[in-house]
């Protein structure tokens, strides 16, 4: 990534002002990119009062991340330290801010600083915060992820539960669980972390399944201190963990997404067998037993999933919910499950991209009618009409087949090739153009049709035309185009 190919300022613009929005991994990363670069005039704006993103909104028991941890790191910062494979998320919040520490960038962010508004005027952006802060910038870097509003099923009578109800992302710790009737609602990648986590400690666990989840069995072993040890003696061992984890997810699970039908049958294989194998009792195994293809929703990876179900506390729930009332939820037969406590696991609108934050470009058109059909980028990182404006981890990212972090490293060595055409003087404003954006949308929808995302059931990752926001390539196709930008796909001005 440090090493990403930049062209040489000739006449540099010392004077080049940044706003990058958000402080979560991609907005970190930014800002660590732009003072490699000597690009240090710019300011991280954050609505919260933390760095962090995901990994400071959710801190549900059982938070981990499903991606292997020598892989969901910085590739210029391995880390030697992670406690396990897979590791908890607090381990990851705290990565985050430690090397958020160590580059000195956490001093450049402005906390509890909601950009409310971003317009482009004579040639800049003018942005406003909810309370009234002004700045004015050449660049706006959005880094403004994508799972950070919370969804609130519309159930009836949500709001007349009488104990505790908090959606997964805002974990009320205040709430008993110990000795609890506890219920669930959702069998998305959350609730599954969640239900192992607390089945020993609530007196019952009730978890409401609407749809039905295959499993993938990924073991989750700690690394021993002698582990850490070799790892922090020998970089070059993490370096090669780094690289087989990568190559282990290109190679497979990327690959079996957008049409691999060899590597998705032995997916598919590993998940059944899970299933037949490790849930025991017939009727629970059908009422687990999903209707479409593995990985057509995001894939889950458990070997504690099965085995919590199977206690003798937890209850699988799979009649429709008709209402919650004060005592608990209703079920459409009629039936009562009495709550002490109400999670919703009920997942996140992925497709807000930097809204509710009003952007508005060229002759004063908005992001909003930009995108009132569909949420079309240029290469995921930008926009026809708005110059100047890119985005982190945006429309159509590889996120459902791979680690995030390595994507936003691609896109921000993108973005800063095209920020230096302007800090070398080459032009004062790059966008791309319609043309080039239509035609890789279009290539987008055509390629989708390829993929196991299409191939049949309800997910997030579908917008509201049912097209998976996701990109329907190969990784290594992703890494090759995402090299350098085409420049005769961009208006230059
Ligand atoms: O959310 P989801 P999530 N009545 O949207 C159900 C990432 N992640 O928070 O399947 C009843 O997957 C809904 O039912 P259905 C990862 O990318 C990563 O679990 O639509 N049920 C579904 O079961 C993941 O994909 C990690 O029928 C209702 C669930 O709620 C993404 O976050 C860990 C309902 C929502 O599942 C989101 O996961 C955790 C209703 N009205 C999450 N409305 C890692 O480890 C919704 N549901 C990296």
């Given at each position: 990534?440090s090493s990403?190919?930049?062209?040489?300022?000739?006449?540099?613009?010392?004077?080049?002002?940044?706003?990058?929005?958000?402080a979560?991994m991609?907005g970190?990363?930014?800002?660590?990119?732009l003072k490699?670069?000597?690009?240090?005039?710019?300011t991280i704006?954050?609505k919260?009062d933390?760095?962090?993103?995901?990994w400071?909104?959710?801190?549900?028991p059982g938070?981990?991340?499903?991606?292997?941890?020598?892989?969901?790191?910085?590739?210029?910062?391995?880390?030697p330290?992670?406690s396990?494979?897979?590791?908890?998320?607090a381990?990851?919040?705290n990565?985050f801010?430690?090397?958020?520490?160590k580059?000195?960038?956490?001093?450049?962010?402005?906390?509890?600083?909601?950009?409310?508004?971003?317009?482009?005027?004579?040639?800049?952006?003018?942005l406003?915060?909810?309370?009234g802060?002004?700045d004015?910038?050449d660049?706006?870097?959005?880094?403004?992820?994508v799972?950070h509003?919370?969804?609130h099923?519309a159930?009836?009578?949500?709001d007349?539960?009488?104990g505790?109800c908090?959606?997964?992302a805002?974990?009320d710790?205040?709430?008993?669980l110990?000795?609890?009737?506890v219920?669930?609602i959702?069998?998305g990648?959350?609730?599954?972390q969640?239900v192992?986590?607390?089945a020993?400690?609530?007196?019952?666990?009730?978890?409401?399944?609407?749809?039905?989840?295959w499993?993938?069995?990924l073991p989750?072993?700690?690394y021993?201190?002698?582990?850490k040890?070799?790892?922090?003696?020998?970089?070059?061992l993490l370096?090669?963990?780094y690289?087989?984890?990568?190559?282990?997810?290109v190679?497979t699970?990327?690959?079996a997404?957008?049409?691999?039908?060899d590597?998705m049958?032995?997916?598919?294989?590993?998940?059944r067998?899970?299933?037949?194998?490790?849930?025991h009792?017939?009727?629970?195994?059908?009422?687990?037993r999903?209707?479409?293809?593995?990985a057509?929703?995001?894939?889950?990876?458990?070997?504690t999933?099965?085995p919590?179900?199977?206690?003798?506390n937890?209850d699988l729930?799979?009649?429709?919910?008709?209402?919650?009332e004060?005592a608990g939820v209703?079920?459409?037969d009629?039936?009562?499950?009495?709550?002490?406590?109400l999670?919703?696991?009920?997942?996140?609108?992925?497709?807000?991209?930097?809204?509710?934050?009003?952007?508005?470009g060229?002759?004063?058109?908005e992001l909003d009618q930009?995108?009132?059909q569909?949420?079309?980028?240029y290469?995921?990182?930008a926009?026809?009409?708005?110059p100047?404006?890119?985005?982190?981890?945006?429309?159509?990212s590889?996120?459902?087949n791979?680690?995030?972090?390595?994507?936003?490293?691609i896109?921000?060595?993108?973005i800063l090739?095209?920020?230096?055409?302007?800090?070398s003087?080459?032009?004062?404003a790059?966008?791309?153009?319609?043309?080039?954006?239509?035609r890789?949308?279009?290539?987008?929808?055509?390629a989708?049709?390829g993929?196991?995302?299409?191939?049949?059931?309800r997910?997030?990752?579908?917008?509201k035309?049912?097209?998976?926001?996701?990109?329907?390539?190969?990784?290594?196709r992703?890494?090759?185009?995402?090299?350098?930008?085409?420049?005769s796909?961009?208006?230059l001005?």
């Amino acid at each position: 990534m440090s090493s990403a190919p930049a062209a040489a300022p000739k006449a540099a613009r010392s004077d080049l002002r940044f706003a990058v929005i958000g402080a979560g991994m991609s907005g970190i990363l930014t800002a660590i990119e732009l003072k490699k670069r000597g690009l240090g005039n710019f300011t991280i704006y954050e609505k919260a009062d933390r760095l962090g993103g995901t990994w400071r909104d959710n801190t549900y028991p059982g938070l981990s991340c499903d991606v292997p941890s020598h892989v969901y790191a910085y590739s210029f910062e391995l880390n030697p330290e992670w406690s396990h494979r897979f590791s908890p998320g607090a381990e990851i919040q705290n990565y985050f801010e430690g090397v958020a520490r160590k580059y000195g960038v956490d001093r450049d962010i402005r906390f509890n600083s909601e950009i409310v508004r971003a317009e482009y005027q004579g040639g800049r952006w003018q942005l406003e915060t909810r309370d009234g802060h002004r700045d004015t910038v050449d660049f706006v870097i959005a880094a403004t992820g994508v799972l950070h509003k919370p969804v609130h099923p519309a159930i009836e009578g949500l709001d007349s539960f009488a104990g505790p109800c908090f959606h997964s992302a805002r974990w009320d710790h205040s709430a008993t669980l110990d000795g609890q009737r506890v219920g669930i609602i959702g069998t998305g990648s959350t609730a599954i972390q969640i239900v192992p986590a607390i089945a020993d400690r609530v007196a019952k666990l009730s978890l409401f399944q609407r749809t039905a989840q295959w499993v993938l069995p990924l073991p989750n072993p700690a690394y021993s201190e002698g582990e850490k040890a070799m790892y922090r003696d020998k970089p070059e061992l993490l370096q090669q963990s780094y690289v087989h984890w990568t190559r282990r997810f290109v190679d497979t699970f990327a690959r079996a997404v957008v049409g691999d039908q060899d590597e998705m049958a032995k997916i598919e294989q590993a998940c059944r067998d899970n299933l037949e194998q490790n849930v025991h009792d017939p009727d629970l195994r059908e009422r687990l037993r999903p209707n479409y293809r593995a990985a057509c929703k995001r894939l889950i990876m458990s070997d504690t999933f099965y085995p919590a179900m199977q206690k003798p506390n937890v209850d699988l729930v799979t009649e429709s919910i008709e209402r919650i009332e004060p005592a608990g939820v209703r079920t459409r037969d009629g039936r009562l499950h009495a709550l002490d406590v109400l999670v919703l696991a009920t997942g996140f609108d992925g497709h807000n991209f930097v809204r509710p934050m009003q952007v508005v470009g060229e002759g004063g058109r908005e992001l909003d009618q930009a995108w009132a059909q569909a949420n079309e980028a240029y290469r995921s990182v930008a926009v026809p009409g708005f110059p100047n404006f890119f985005m982190l981890v945006g429309p159509n990212s590889p996120i459902g087949n791979f680690s995030v972090i390595m994507i936003s490293e691609i896109q921000i060595a993108y973005i800063l090739q095209l920020v230096d055409l302007v800090r070398s003087g080459k032009c004062d404003a790059v966008a791309p153009k319609a043309a080039a954006t239509a035609r890789f949308n279009a290539d987008l929808r055509a390629a989708m049709q390829g993929t196991v995302w299409v191939s049949g059931c309800r997910s997030w990752y579908l917008d509201k035309n049912g097209n998976p926001a996701l990109w329907p390539w190969s990784f290594e196709r992703f890494r090759q185009e995402m090299q350098a930008p085409d420049l005769s796909e961009f208006e230059l001005t």
